[in-house]
């Protein structure tokens, strides 16, 4: 059976950086909400320019649009062994959307990762986030400091800190999260296949504990 494994967390959480390390450690294709997104817009396909409309007014994308874009990214060859899900589902409406996409292949969620971070940690994260213009590389200019401020190490692009990461938008972003993810949480817990990592925790132990989760649960 192949593995599909949803890694949750709130902003801050770090939950990008361990899917990409999760995802080289156990060979599994990492599936971000956000890239789908950007590749059908740059693409202009028809559920792009769908998506793109709803971003340009500052509303969320329906759940009807994302749930069909994430279909089409599992369905590719690279997802037959399984995939690490980051950044999807957000609501039980997307959970269950997921759930029909894969019974439709005889597949399950497996076990679905919940990076617990404390509110205060996540304000510290957000607020010392910075990214680089041209690939969307992220540094931090406390844990993760680039080796020529405000350069990127990789492209070496201007780094910027993007309007969702300053201070006064922190707050209310950790709101609405905890407010939109609580049921999702509960709908996982109910299913039996929630498990939580402790994010305040460096992050390579996060990884570490992670690893350790997903390799008992093979």
């Known amino acids: ?33 956000g890239d789908i997104f950007r590749e ?48 999807f589902p957000r609501t039980p409406v997307q959970a269950e959307g997921l759930s029909k996409i894969l019974q439709d292949s005889h597949e399950r969620v497996e076990v679905v990762a919940y990076i617990n971070v404390s509110e205060g940690k996540m304000v510290e994260r957000l607020t010392g986030r910075w990214t680089c213009r041209q690939e969307g590389h992220i540094y931090h200019e406390k844990n993760n400091p680039p080796r020529e401020a405000g350069k990127c190490d990789i492209d070496g692009s201007e780094l910027y800190q993007r309007d969702d990461d300053k201070a006064e938008t922190v707050t209310q972003r950790i709101r609405v999260y905890t407010a939109q993810t609580k049921p999702l949480l509960d709908y996982y817990r109910d299913m039996g296949i929630l498990c939580e990592v402790n994010g305040n925790l460096p992050m390579d132990q996060v990884t570490s504990e992670l690893l350790a989760l997903l390799t008992v649960k093979e």
């Open 1 to 33: 059976m192949a593995r599909f494994i949803v890694l949750l967390g709130p902003p801050g959480a770090g939950k990008g950086t361990q899917a990409q390390r999760l995802s080289q450690a156990m060979s599994l294709p990492h599936i971000s909400s």
């Open 40 to 87: 059908h817009i740059k693409n202009q396909t028809e559920l792009g320019k769908s998506a793109d409309e709803y971003i340009k007014r500052g509303e969320l994308v329906p759940d009807d649009i994302t749930i069909t874009m994430i279909r089409e990214r599992i369905e590719r060859p690279d997802c037959q062994s399984g995939a690490l899900l980051d950044g």
